[in-house]
């Protein structure tokens, strides 16, 4: 009898483990097919406290935006390609929320501080969305903002003011607490971008490193 219920604890034993195995590989396969990479929650881990200025001119913070979910997308004014169509995505993105979009605030982070000013980036975010905000600062605040984020940012070739900044595309989505949660690729569609943002709004969570 004694044997028979060690085998039986063993069997219950394995049983929950094949449960947790399968339930964290469905966890992942699901993350897959929904595009959500989680960001990890080390010191190498890209996000961070920011200080920087609005495209009123007003001194704002990471702390300026808690609450709400954020969509960051850094870029620049004079961005002929890549940029417009980012933001584009997010502004679709927004609208297929509907009334969910009211819990997300978008963010256009400027990686050329040296042409737009708040003012350059009052009229570029409202051609967009007029809820779009769009941040500048001093070359040393973007400076810190690029490399808390890991964004790499390169100036391009060109004279006066004609040059190109070279600069890697992601959009982090980022939770109410200030914390990147995960990120997507500037070729996102609207459909993937809104999806992901309502999964993380629902469950408060992200699946799968693939930070790199």
């Not at 929650?41 to 609450?67: C, I, K, M, W």
Request: aromatic share 10%.
């Amino acid at each position: 009898m004694r044997y028979g219920r060690v085998a039986a604890v063993i069997v219950v034993f394995v049983a929950i483990l094949v449960g947790e195995w399968l339930w964290l590989r469905g966890e992942r396969e699901q993350a897959a097919v929904d595009g959500l990479p989680v960001v990890t929650t080390d010191a190498a881990a890209p996000g961070g406290p920011f200080s920087l200025v609005n495209h009123f001119g007003e001194p704002v913070t990471d702390q300026s935006y808690r609450g709400k979910y954020l969509v960051m997308v850094f870029g620049y004014t004079f961005c002929p390609d890549v940029c417009p169509t980012t933001l584009n995505t997010v502004v679709a993105a927004m609208a297929l929320l509907g009334t969910k979009a009211d819990a997300v605030q978008p963010l256009f982070v400027t990686v050329d501080p040296d042409r737009d000013t708040p003012a350059v980036l009052a009229q570029y975010v409202a051609s967009f969305d007029s809820r779009m905000i769009g941040l500048s600062g001093s070359p040393e605040q973007i400076r810190q903002v690029a490399q808390d984020y890991r964004v790499y940012v390169a100036k391009g070739d060109g004279g006066g003011d004609a040059y190109t900044v070279d600069h890697s595309a992601f959009v982090y989505l980022i939770g109410p607490d200030g914390r990147v949660l995960t990120y997507l690729k500037h070729d996102a569609t609207p459909e993937a971008m809104a999806k992901a943002l309502e999964r993380l709004m629902t469950q408060q969570t992200s699946f799968g490193s693939q930070w790199n």
